[in-house]
């Protein structure tokens, strides 16, 4: 069983930025296909970006040029600038553990969950 431990949220003005990290002990995260989500109340669950064990990285429209997907052995992060109201939701980080996998934004894609770290933005 893979534990997702995500950090980083809180509270931040608009145009501000925070850097969000995921770690899952006894694993090595740079082995797997991972990928950040979020989810806003009410709405539905959005894949962010994405990144394989080789380095190559998928983002969401919503979040290009402003959000930075990256990992090292023991950590994902997700650096994010410019940062608007509209980005206040709960983030998750997901990994795919197993054969298959690809960089996908798609939530099917991943078999283990965080728990989640909120963001909030104020404007």
């Known amino acids: 069983q893979v534990q997702l431990v995500e950090s980083g949220g809180g509270s931040v003005q608009a145009g501000g930025s925070l850097r969000l990290s995921c770690t899952a002990p006894g694993y090595t995260i740079s082995d797997y296909y991972m990928a950040w989500f979020r989810q806003a109340p009410g709405k539905e669950r959005e894949g962010l970006a994405a990144?394989?064990?080789?380095?190559a990285t998928t983002y969401a429209d919503s979040v290009k040029g402003r959000f930075t997907i990256s990992k090292d052995n023991a950590n994902l992060y997700l650096q994010m600038n410019s940062l608007k109201p509209e980005d206040t939701a709960m983030y998750y980080c997901a990994a795919r553990v197993g054969p298959g996998g690809w960089v996908s934004l798609r939530a099917s894609s991943y078999n283990y969950w965080g728990q989640g770290t909120q963001v909030t933005v104020s404007s």
């Open positions: 990144t394989g064990s080789l380095g």
